[in-house]
T-cell receptor, first 110, second 107 residues
Framework: DTAVSQTPKYLVTQMGNDKSIKCEQN?????MYWYKQDSKKFLKIMFS???????INETVPNRFSPKSPDKAHLNLHINSLELGDSAVYFC?????????FGPGTRLLVL | EDQVTQSPEALRLQEGESSSLNCSYT??????LFWYRQDPGKGPEFLFT???AGEEKEKERLKATLTKKESFLHITAPKPEDSATYLC????????FGTGTSLTVIP
């Protein structure tokens, strides 16, 4: 019974395509997040979202958009993929300040 | 500007050789300092949350401490299974992560 799950685990696609990554948490948490981890293992927050507020990191291109169908899900949509989008994307959730992370989605843009 | 700096970048220890990892931070209005462990190909795994200077938390061979400017993760008598990347993060207006310390424990 995985607490935070992501699909797919691996995603290989061509430049210019549109793709989505799904995230689900069964912890009953109110807030969910998306992070990008680059090749140097640096984790950078992209979005945080609860049912009241979406906070966007201002450095994130507007090609990236989070969509939350309900409290347990936060999906990440990426339009017009670029080579620089290649990275590992992590979903996380929290009820207090402590975050719990999913296993990651490894995105490779060719 | 809020930021987190971890040192050293990499650390190799003999099994049983105790050491400490450092996390220095500057943040406006600290709402928590977090330690995570990340194994290759996996997501960060939560270890500790510290909220105020002087606070300490322990779990098995790990002990985290916090001052107003930095946190230490002390590893006592490490074992090979402690090998991983240890990440520090702070919560101010946003979450900020350091780049981690890659720990290798040699049998």
């Amino acid at each position: 019974d995985t607490a935070v799950s992501q699909t797919p685990k691996y995603l290989v696609t061509q430049m210019g395509n549109d793709k989505s990554i799904k995230c689900e948490q069964n912890l009953g948490h109110d807030t969910m997040y998306w992070y990008k981890q680059d090749s140097k293992k640096f984790l950078k927050i992209m979005f945080s979202y609860n049912n009241k507020e979406l906070i966007i990191n201002e450095t994130v291109p507007n090609r990236f958009s989070p969509k939350s169908p309900d409290k347990a899900h936060l999906n990440l949509h990426i339009n017009s993929l670029e080579l620089g989008d290649s990275a590992v994307y992590f979903c996380a959730s929290s009820s207090t300040e402590t975050q719990y992370f999913g296993p990651g989605t490894r995105l490779l843009v060719l | 500007e809020d930021q987190v700096t971890q040192s050293p970048e990499a650390l190799r220890l003999q099994e049983g050789e105790s050491s400490s990892l450092n996390c220095s931070y500057t943040v406006s209005g600290l709402r928590g300092l977090f330690w995570y462990r990340q194994d290759p190909g996996k997501g960060p795994e939560f270890l500790f949350t510290l909220y105020s200077a002087g606070e300490e938390k322990e779990k098995e061979r790990l002990k985290a401490t916090l001052t107003k400017k930095e946190s230490f993760l002390h590893i006592t008598a490490p074992k090979p299974e402690d090998s991983a990347t240890y990440l520090c993060a702070v919560r101010g207006n946003q979450f900020y992560f350091g780049t981690g310390t890659s720990l290798t424990v040699i049998p």
